[in-house]
């Protein structure tokens, strides 16, 4: 396993399609915008790298606090991918179509005539609602299927 760019641009079936976490594209969330372009930052990395490990723990964890209550927001309320951003990506890479994650809003949107996205689902299989999908790629185009049809497929 290796870790890929963020964009990447997988070529298969004859087709390009780009793969990103989706997260620079949500513009209208400048809050987040701003927290990414801070924790991306070389100096912020190494001055964050210097702390002691259990600060760094707490720290983490208090984000993940806020984050955490600020997700539970109405979904409704939360900032998703900026559909003109979304098709630049698209036309800068000669594709139509974008796979990407961090929205929580798993599925199809089609952004133009020619041109769709699709979102990857989290994943989370305690509790009573469990979720996951895996997106499959094939000479027909994306497929979506719940993860829990593939145990069903290897049992």
């Not at 702390?51 to 998703?80: H, N, Q, V």
Request: aromatic share 4%; glycine share 6%.
């Amino acid at each position: 396993m290796r870790a890929l760019p963020d964009a990447t641009v997988l070529h298969a079936f004859g087709r390009r399609t780009v793969l990103t976490h989706g997260d620079a594209l949500c513009l209208e969330d400048t809050e987040y915008q701003q927290f990414r372009a801070m924790v991306r930052n070389p100096q912020w990395q190494a001055a964050a790298m210097q702390r002691p490990l259990a600060e760094r723990r707490e720290i983490a964890r208090s984000m993940r606090d806020a984050s955490k209550t600020r997700g539970e927001l109405s979904p409704a309320l939360w900032a998703d991918v900026d559909p003109a951003a979304a098709l630049q990506l698209l036309d800068a890479a000669g594709s139509n179509t974008l796979v990407h994650g961090h929205t929580h809003r798993p599925g199809r949107v089609v952004l133009s005539a020619t041109a769709a996205r699709h979102v990857l689902s989290d994943w989370d299989f305690d509790g009573d609602a469990p979720r996951g999908n895996v997106l499959r790629l094939t000479a027909h185009g994306v497929q979506v299927q719940p993860a829990r049809a593939l145990d069903a497929e290897r049992a």
